[in-house]
């Protein structure tokens, strides 16, 4: 597999963010099996498939909010959590504070 198409995973997980996509609609549209998919994304990226979506969703979320005004649950909902319980205690994870006071901090 050519970083070309890692590049092609990428793009494609960029693309399909807001749909919560999964490593067998990223093999299938790639060509390759799940298990290869995943080596080489691994490979290449540093990081798991996994690890990529959740940090993808997570820098998406933090941007929603500071530029817009949504609430927080329908941030979470439209990033692919299912409940703002579960995007508060991945969001403190890894921002070290919760959604809510992310925002307040806008700069």
């Not at 990428?10 to 999964?22: M, Y």
């Not at 290869?36 to 997570?58: D, I, M, Q």
Request: hydrophobic share 35%; aromatic share 14%.
């Amino acid at each position: 597999m050519s970083a070309k198409t890692v590049e092609k995973m990428i793009e494609w997980l960029e693309d399909n963010l807001t749909a919560c996509p999964t490593l067998p609609q990223m093999a299938s549209f790639v060509g390759y099996s799940e298990y290869y998919c995943s080596a080489k994304f691994h490979e290449y990226t540093g990081v798991t498939f996994k690890e990529y979506v959740a940090k993808r969703k997570l820098d998406a979320a933090a941007q929603s909010l500071k530029s817009t005004d949504d609430r927080i649950i329908d941030i979470a909902l439209d990033c692919g959590f299912s409940s703002s319980e579960a995007f508060s205690r991945a969001f403190s994870k890894k921002y070290g504070c919760s959604p809510k006071k992310y925002r307040s901090s806008k700069s």
